[in-house]
């Protein structure tokens, strides 16, 4: 029997609930697993909540988030499975990562490759941009939002390891905007 992973989902406006979903029974390269410490919640969490669901409206790259999600973007996580390549890559000031590590993850995973990254203009840009706690759960590995018991990071994600004198609370406010 596979662990199973309790997460606050918000399935639809005006709804959250509490759902299973499989641990991860692998990594892609390049990935790691985290345990939320703590997460904050974001005036992006209310909305989504109310179901003003739109991000970046007016611009080119305006999307409308999915349901259901697992909310939670502002996230300070201790580092629990960790890939070769990501312990190598995934550090934002390239330190190597390891298992047990406190960090705080970027909340956006831009591409790197399109138009507007080549040009410096990562996040405010990125044509491919993906967000923790704005993606849709129903997708495997589910778990990519912190409002949960562990959290998936995917590949081309940052991450930043946290001093270990700055607290929780002041760490989970630490959350990044980063680029390629």
């Known amino acids: 029997m596979s662990k199973k992973v309790k997460v606050a989902v918000m399935p639809e406006q005006g709804k959250i609930g509490i759902r299973e979903f499989p641990f991860p029974d692998h990594l892609e390269d ?15 969490d209310k909305h989504a909540f109310r179901g003003e669901s739109v991000q970046y409206a007016g611009t ?11 909310p939670g973007h502002e996230n300070v ?70 409002w949960a018991e562990y959290m998936y990071i995917k590949p081309g994600s940052h991450v930043c390891k946290v001093p270990a004198e700055i607290s929780d609370e002041i760490a989970v406010e630490g959350s990044f905007r980063s680029s390629k």
């Open 30 to 44: 390049g990935a790691m697993i985290v345990r939320p410490i703590m997460s904050g919640i974001c005036g992006t």
């Open 60 to 70: 080119e790259r305006e999307i409308f988030g999915p349901y259901p999600v697992i």
């Open 77 to 146: 996580a201790v580092v629990v499975e960790i890939t070769p390549k990501a312990r190598r890559e995934m550090e934002f000031y390239g330190e190597a990562l390891s298992e047990g590590d406190r960090v705080v993850i970027s909340p956006d995973i831009v591409c790197g490759y399109c138009y507007q990254c080549r040009h410096g203009f990562h996040y405010t840009g990125c044509e491919n941009i993906e967000s923790y706690g704005h993606m849709k759960c129903d997708d495997p590995p589910h778990l990519f939002g912190g």
